[in-house]
Protein backbone atom coordinates (compact mmCIF):
# COMPACT_ATOMS: atom_id res chain seq x y z
CA UNK A 1 0.00 0.00 0.00
CA UNK A 2 2.74 2.36 0.76
CA UNK A 3 4.19 1.66 -2.75
CA UNK A 4 0.88 2.74 -4.28
CA UNK A 5 0.56 5.84 -2.28
CA UNK A 6 4.18 6.62 -2.62
CA UNK A 7 3.89 6.03 -6.71
CA UNK A 8 0.80 8.25 -6.61
CA UNK A 9 2.36 11.30 -4.42
CA UNK A 10 5.68 10.89 -6.11
CA UNK A 11 3.86 11.53 -9.14
CA UNK A 12 2.68 14.68 -7.72
CA UNK A 13 5.83 15.63 -7.28
CA UNK A 14 7.20 14.78 -10.95
CA UNK A 15 4.09 17.23 -11.98
CA UNK A 16 5.39 20.03 -10.20
CA UNK A 17 8.53 19.71 -11.00
CA UNK A 18 7.30 19.50 -14.45
CA UNK A 19 7.05 22.80 -15.49
CA UNK A 20 4.59 21.97 -18.07
CA UNK A 21 0.92 24.37 -18.33
CA UNK A 22 -0.63 22.14 -15.58
CA UNK A 23 -3.63 23.14 -13.75
CA UNK A 24 -6.09 20.84 -16.50
CA UNK A 25 -4.36 18.07 -16.43
CA UNK A 26 -3.94 17.72 -12.64
CA UNK A 27 -7.23 17.61 -11.82
CA UNK A 28 -7.57 15.35 -14.44
CA UNK A 29 -5.53 13.00 -13.10
CA UNK A 30 -7.01 13.51 -9.66
CA UNK A 31 -10.47 12.76 -10.97
CA UNK A 32 -8.68 9.24 -12.55
CA UNK A 33 -7.06 8.59 -9.47
CA UNK A 34 -10.58 8.80 -7.55
CA UNK A 35 -12.31 6.80 -9.91
CA UNK A 36 -9.84 3.86 -10.02
CA UNK A 37 -9.89 4.13 -6.02
CA UNK A 38 -13.37 3.61 -5.77
CA UNK A 39 -14.94 1.44 -8.34
CA UNK A 40 -11.80 -0.71 -9.58
CA UNK A 41 -9.09 -0.88 -7.02
CA UNK A 42 -9.83 -3.88 -4.58
CA UNK A 43 -8.62 -2.96 -1.61
CA UNK A 44 -12.11 -4.26 0.45
CA UNK A 45 -12.49 -7.88 -0.60
CA UNK A 46 -9.94 -10.34 0.92
CA UNK A 47 -6.56 -8.28 0.73
CA UNK A 48 -5.21 -8.75 -2.77
CA UNK A 49 -4.14 -5.02 -3.97
CA UNK A 50 -2.46 -6.38 -7.16
CA UNK A 51 -5.38 -4.36 -8.62
CA UNK A 52 -4.77 -1.57 -7.61
CA UNK A 53 -1.46 -1.34 -8.49
CA UNK A 54 -2.08 -2.69 -11.83
CA UNK A 55 -4.88 0.25 -12.63
CA UNK A 56 -2.37 3.06 -11.59
CA UNK A 57 0.07 1.65 -13.82
CA UNK A 58 -1.84 1.69 -17.26
CA UNK A 59 -3.97 4.96 -15.85
CA UNK A 60 -0.34 7.25 -14.82
CA UNK A 61 1.83 6.25 -18.01
CA UNK A 62 -0.70 7.63 -20.60
CA UNK A 63 -1.22 10.93 -19.01
CA UNK A 64 2.51 11.47 -17.74
CA UNK A 65 4.44 10.37 -20.93
CA UNK A 66 4.52 12.98 -23.01
CA UNK A 67 5.80 15.47 -20.06
CA UNK A 68 8.10 12.87 -18.47
CA UNK A 69 9.64 11.38 -21.56
CA UNK A 70 9.98 12.88 -24.73
CA UNK A 71 11.19 9.36 -26.75
CA UNK A 72 8.06 7.51 -25.17
CA UNK A 73 9.89 4.87 -23.43
CA UNK A 74 7.07 1.92 -22.63
CA UNK A 75 8.65 0.05 -19.75
CA UNK A 76 10.10 2.42 -17.34
CA UNK A 77 6.72 4.88 -15.91
CA UNK A 78 6.24 3.24 -13.39
CA UNK A 79 10.23 2.51 -12.59
CA UNK A 80 10.38 6.19 -12.64
CA UNK A 81 7.65 7.24 -10.29
CA UNK A 82 9.63 5.13 -7.83
CA UNK A 83 12.51 6.54 -8.37
CA UNK A 84 11.07 9.76 -7.26
CA UNK A 85 9.36 8.93 -4.51
CA UNK A 86 12.65 7.34 -2.74
CA UNK A 87 14.59 10.49 -2.92
CA UNK A 88 12.03 12.75 -2.42
CA UNK A 89 9.91 11.04 0.57
CA UNK A 90 10.73 14.29 2.91
CA UNK A 91 8.01 16.36 0.53
CA UNK A 92 5.35 14.38 1.09
CA UNK A 93 3.52 15.20 4.22
CA UNK A 94 3.24 18.64 2.25
CA UNK A 95 1.53 17.37 -0.76
CA UNK A 96 -0.93 15.40 1.05
CA UNK A 97 -2.32 18.73 2.59
CA UNK A 98 -1.59 21.00 -0.02
CA UNK A 99 -1.84 19.58 -3.57
CA UNK A 100 -5.17 18.49 -4.26
CA UNK A 101 -7.11 21.22 -6.32
CA UNK A 102 -10.12 20.16 -4.55
CA UNK A 103 -9.04 20.74 -0.68
CA UNK A 104 -7.45 19.42 1.69
CA UNK A 105 -7.88 15.31 1.14
CA UNK A 106 -8.15 14.56 5.05
CA UNK A 107 -10.29 17.61 6.24
CA UNK A 108 -9.68 16.91 9.94
CA UNK A 109 -6.02 17.48 9.94
CA UNK A 110 -6.98 21.35 10.20
CA UNK A 111 -8.92 21.30 13.80
CA UNK A 112 -5.80 21.24 16.33
CA UNK A 113 -7.49 18.40 18.52
CA UNK A 114 -6.60 15.91 15.47
CA UNK A 115 -3.32 17.29 14.90
CA UNK A 116 -2.27 13.92 16.28
CA UNK A 117 -4.12 12.12 13.40
CA UNK A 118 -2.43 14.54 10.77
CA UNK A 119 0.58 12.80 12.30
CA UNK A 120 -0.76 9.23 11.17
CA UNK A 121 -1.07 11.19 7.68
CA UNK A 122 2.64 11.50 7.52
CA UNK A 123 3.31 8.15 8.42
CA UNK A 124 0.38 6.49 6.74
CA UNK A 125 -1.82 7.47 3.33
CA UNK A 126 -4.90 9.70 3.92
CA UNK A 127 -6.90 9.56 1.00
CA UNK A 128 -10.11 11.32 1.21
CA UNK A 129 -11.50 10.19 4.92
CA UNK A 130 -9.89 6.42 4.56
CA UNK A 131 -6.77 5.95 6.31
CA UNK A 132 -4.75 3.06 4.72
CA UNK A 133 -1.66 1.94 7.85
CA UNK A 134 -1.18 -1.49 6.69
CA UNK A 135 2.07 -3.25 7.43
CA UNK A 136 3.91 -0.48 10.09
CA UNK A 137 4.91 -2.63 12.62
CA UNK A 138 2.25 -0.43 14.88
CA UNK A 139 1.94 -1.65 18.29
CA UNK A 140 -1.15 0.65 19.34
CA UNK A 141 -3.89 2.14 17.61
CA UNK A 142 -2.36 5.51 16.13
CA UNK A 143 -3.99 8.72 16.50
CA UNK A 144 -6.50 8.84 13.29
CA UNK A 145 -8.38 12.70 11.85
CA UNK A 146 -11.76 12.96 13.41
CA UNK A 147 -13.50 12.67 10.07
CA UNK A 148 -12.13 9.33 9.22
CA UNK A 149 -14.63 7.22 7.76
CA UNK A 150 -12.49 4.04 6.88
CA UNK A 151 -9.32 2.81 8.45
CA UNK A 152 -7.14 -0.19 7.41
CA UNK A 153 -4.51 -1.65 10.13
CA UNK A 154 -3.59 -4.53 8.62
CA UNK A 155 -0.52 -6.59 9.57
CA UNK A 156 0.74 -4.73 12.35
CA UNK A 157 2.03 -5.53 15.57
CA UNK A 158 -1.61 -4.65 17.22
CA UNK A 159 -1.78 -5.69 20.79
CA UNK A 160 -4.80 -4.54 22.22
CA UNK A 161 -8.11 -1.82 21.60
CA UNK A 162 -8.60 0.77 24.40
CA UNK A 163 -11.75 2.06 25.19
CA UNK A 164 -10.60 5.11 23.47
CA UNK A 165 -8.63 4.35 20.23
CA UNK A 166 -11.87 4.80 18.22
CA UNK A 167 -14.48 6.34 20.18
CA UNK A 168 -13.76 9.84 19.06
CA UNK A 169 -14.48 8.81 15.33
CA UNK A 170 -18.17 9.28 14.96
CA UNK A 171 -17.98 9.00 11.27
CA UNK A 172 -16.54 5.13 11.88
CA UNK A 173 -17.94 2.89 8.90
CA UNK A 174 -15.19 0.18 8.50
CA UNK A 175 -11.96 -0.89 10.78
CA UNK A 176 -10.00 -3.21 9.26
CA UNK A 177 -7.51 -5.08 12.11
CA UNK A 178 -6.92 -7.87 10.08
CA UNK A 179 -3.47 -9.84 10.94
CA UNK A 180 -2.48 -8.18 14.09
CA UNK A 181 -1.47 -10.05 17.52
CA UNK A 182 -4.82 -8.09 19.64
CA UNK A 183 -5.30 -10.88 22.39
CA UNK A 184 -7.70 -8.22 24.49
CA UNK A 185 -10.77 -5.48 23.45
CA UNK A 186 -12.18 -3.11 25.47
CA UNK A 187 -15.81 -3.87 26.14
CA UNK A 188 -17.00 -0.71 25.07
CA UNK A 189 -14.34 -0.21 22.60
CA UNK A 190 -16.73 -0.12 19.47
CA UNK A 191 -20.17 0.58 21.46
CA UNK A 192 -20.28 4.72 20.43
CA UNK A 193 -19.22 3.53 16.63
CA UNK A 194 -23.03 4.13 15.33
CA UNK A 195 -22.38 3.51 12.08
CA UNK A 196 -19.79 0.99 12.23
CA UNK A 197 -20.67 -1.36 9.56
CA UNK A 198 -17.67 -3.51 8.87
CA UNK A 199 -15.53 -5.50 11.21
CA UNK A 200 -12.46 -7.51 10.70
CA UNK A 201 -11.00 -9.11 13.50
CA UNK A 202 -9.96 -11.76 11.73
CA UNK A 203 -6.25 -13.47 12.45
CA UNK A 204 -5.71 -12.19 15.76
CA UNK A 205 -5.74 -13.88 19.52
CA UNK A 206 -9.25 -12.54 21.02
CA UNK A 207 -10.17 -14.47 23.40
CA UNK A 208 -13.33 -12.50 24.25
CA UNK A 209 -15.39 -10.62 22.04
CA UNK A 210 -16.73 -7.28 23.43
CA UNK A 211 -19.76 -5.21 23.25
CA UNK A 212 -20.89 -4.44 19.08
CA UNK A 213 -22.84 -1.70 17.54
CA UNK A 214 -26.28 -2.50 16.22
CA UNK A 215 -25.29 -1.05 13.02
CA UNK A 216 -23.07 -3.86 11.86
CA UNK A 217 -23.77 -6.08 9.09
CA UNK A 218 -20.04 -7.80 8.13
CA UNK A 219 -18.36 -9.29 11.47
CA UNK A 220 -15.14 -11.40 10.98
CA UNK A 221 -13.63 -13.07 13.78
CA UNK A 222 -12.16 -15.82 12.29
CA UNK A 223 -8.73 -17.23 13.22
CA UNK A 224 -9.31 -16.29 16.71
CA UNK A 225 -9.25 -17.83 20.41
CA UNK A 226 -13.24 -17.56 21.09
CA UNK A 227 -13.09 -20.70 22.58
CA UNK A 228 -16.08 -21.76 24.89
CA UNK A 229 -16.60 -18.52 26.55
CA UNK A 230 -15.45 -15.74 23.82
CA UNK A 231 -18.91 -15.07 22.59
CA UNK A 232 -21.27 -13.72 25.21
CA UNK A 233 -24.98 -15.26 25.45
CA UNK A 234 -26.85 -13.71 22.93
CA UNK A 235 -24.35 -11.40 21.80
CA UNK A 236 -25.76 -11.48 18.12
CA UNK A 237 -29.26 -10.76 18.78
CA UNK A 238 -29.82 -7.19 18.66
CA UNK A 239 -27.79 -6.94 15.44
CA UNK A 240 -30.48 -6.81 12.85
CA UNK A 241 -28.83 -5.64 9.62
CA UNK A 242 -25.49 -7.89 10.32
CA UNK A 243 -25.65 -10.18 6.93
CA UNK A 244 -21.82 -11.62 7.17
CA UNK A 245 -20.57 -13.69 10.44
CA UNK A 246 -17.41 -15.75 9.93
CA UNK A 247 -16.67 -17.06 13.23
CA UNK A 248 -14.16 -20.08 11.88
CA UNK A 249 -11.10 -21.59 13.12
CA UNK A 250 -11.83 -20.47 16.95
CA UNK A 251 -12.11 -23.74 18.95
CA UNK A 252 -15.91 -22.64 19.70
CA UNK A 253 -17.80 -25.57 21.30
CA UNK A 254 -21.39 -24.59 20.71
CA UNK A 255 -23.37 -22.19 17.65
CA UNK A 256 -24.01 -19.08 19.28
CA UNK A 257 -27.64 -17.94 19.77
CA UNK A 258 -29.97 -16.61 18.57
CA UNK A 259 -29.00 -15.90 15.34
CA UNK A 260 -30.02 -12.23 13.96
CA UNK A 261 -32.63 -13.16 11.19
CA UNK A 262 -30.76 -11.33 7.89
CA UNK A 263 -28.10 -13.46 8.15
CA UNK A 264 -27.31 -14.17 4.85
CA UNK A 265 -23.61 -16.32 5.59
CA UNK A 266 -22.33 -17.77 8.73
CA UNK A 267 -18.60 -19.74 8.63
CA UNK A 268 -18.41 -21.73 11.53
CA UNK A 269 -15.97 -24.24 9.92
CA UNK A 270 -12.85 -25.78 11.59
CA UNK A 271 -14.53 -25.60 15.28
CA UNK A 272 -15.45 -27.72 17.60
CA UNK A 273 -19.09 -27.78 17.74
CA UNK A 274 -20.98 -31.12 18.48
CA UNK A 275 -24.32 -30.64 18.13
CA UNK A 276 -27.23 -28.22 17.15
CA UNK A 277 -30.93 -27.75 18.97
CA UNK A 278 -33.26 -28.49 15.91
CA UNK A 279 -34.14 -24.28 16.82
CA UNK A 280 -30.91 -23.42 16.20
CA UNK A 281 -32.13 -22.13 12.48
CA UNK A 282 -35.72 -22.54 12.51
CA UNK A 283 -38.92 -22.53 14.62
CA UNK A 284 -40.32 -26.07 15.19
CA UNK A 285 -43.52 -24.57 17.01
CA UNK A 286 -43.54 -22.17 13.83
CA UNK A 287 -43.66 -23.86 10.67
CA UNK A 288 -44.53 -20.81 8.69
CA UNK A 289 -41.01 -19.78 9.66
CA UNK A 290 -38.24 -19.26 7.06
CA UNK A 291 -34.99 -17.88 6.62
CA UNK A 292 -34.99 -17.15 2.87
CA UNK A 293 -31.77 -14.87 3.31
CA UNK A 294 -29.13 -17.31 5.12
CA UNK A 295 -27.83 -19.28 2.19
CA UNK A 296 -24.24 -20.09 3.02
CA UNK A 297 -23.96 -21.64 6.07
CA UNK A 298 -20.30 -23.80 7.00
CA UNK A 299 -19.84 -26.68 9.52
CA UNK A 300 -17.31 -28.61 8.14
CA UNK A 301 -14.43 -29.35 9.94
CA UNK A 302 -16.49 -29.88 13.24
CA UNK A 303 -16.96 -33.18 15.10
CA UNK A 304 -21.18 -32.80 14.13
CA UNK A 305 -22.95 -35.09 12.39
CA UNK A 306 -25.72 -33.36 10.68
CA UNK A 307 -27.86 -36.37 9.89
CA UNK A 308 -28.89 -36.34 13.72
CA UNK A 309 -31.02 -33.25 13.10
CA UNK A 310 -33.21 -33.32 10.18
CA UNK A 311 -35.58 -31.07 11.50
CA UNK A 312 -33.12 -27.93 11.86
CA UNK A 313 -32.85 -26.97 8.38
CA UNK A 314 -36.25 -27.12 7.17
CA UNK A 315 -36.49 -23.44 6.88
CA UNK A 316 -33.47 -23.15 5.45
CA UNK A 317 -33.18 -21.93 1.23
CA UNK A 318 -29.84 -24.80 1.63
CA UNK A 319 -28.46 -27.71 4.20
CA UNK A 320 -25.32 -26.34 5.66
CA UNK A 321 -22.32 -27.79 4.64
CA UNK A 322 -20.69 -30.42 7.13
CA UNK A 323 -20.90 -34.08 7.55
CA UNK A 324 -24.15 -35.82 6.69
CA UNK A 325 -23.45 -39.36 7.73
C1 LIG B 1 -9.52 -13.54 -3.26
O1 LIG B 1 -10.83 -13.60 -3.75
C2 LIG B 1 -10.95 -14.03 -5.07
C3 LIG B 1 -12.41 -13.93 -5.46
O2 LIG B 1 -12.96 -12.74 -4.99
C4 LIG B 1 -10.40 -15.45 -5.19
O3 LIG B 1 -10.45 -15.87 -6.53
C5 LIG B 1 -8.97 -15.51 -4.70
O4 LIG B 1 -8.51 -16.83 -4.68
C6 LIG B 1 -8.89 -14.92 -3.29
N1 LIG B 1 -7.51 -14.86 -2.87
C7 LIG B 1 -7.13 -15.24 -1.63
C8 LIG B 1 -5.69 -15.05 -1.33
O5 LIG B 1 -7.90 -15.70 -0.81
C1 LIG C 1 -24.93 -39.81 11.83
O1 LIG C 1 -26.33 -39.75 12.15
C2 LIG C 1 -27.10 -40.67 11.42
C3 LIG C 1 -28.56 -40.41 11.75
O2 LIG C 1 -28.77 -40.41 13.13
C4 LIG C 1 -26.68 -42.09 11.76
O3 LIG C 1 -27.42 -43.03 10.99
C5 LIG C 1 -25.18 -42.24 11.48
O4 LIG C 1 -24.74 -43.53 11.88
C6 LIG C 1 -24.41 -41.18 12.21
N1 LIG C 1 -23.00 -41.30 11.83
C7 LIG C 1 -22.03 -41.35 12.73
C8 LIG C 1 -20.65 -41.48 12.20
O5 LIG C 1 -22.24 -41.31 13.94
Given at each position: ??T???????FFI?????????T???????????V?L?S???Y?????????E???????????R?????????G?????G???????????????????P????T?G????????????????????????C???????V???P???????L?F????????????????????????????????D????????????L????????????N??????V???????K?????????????????????????????????????????????????????K??????????????????????????????????????????
Open positions: MKFANIFLGLKAAAAAPPIAINYDTDTYEDYNYDDENGSIDQGIEIGTVLPIVNPILSPEPDHSVIEEEESTSTEEESTPKLIDGSSQGPLPVQTPEASGGFSTCILCACIRNTVYDDHNLDSPPLRDTTHVYRNKIRKINKNDFSYLNNLQKIDLTSNIISEIDEAFRSLLHLNELSLDNRIRQLPELPSLNFLDSKNRLGRGIKQEAFKDLIDLHILYLNDNSLDHIPLPLPDNLQALHLQDNNIQEMHEDTFCMKDLSYARRTLEDIRLDGNPINLSRTPQAYLCLPRIPVGRLV
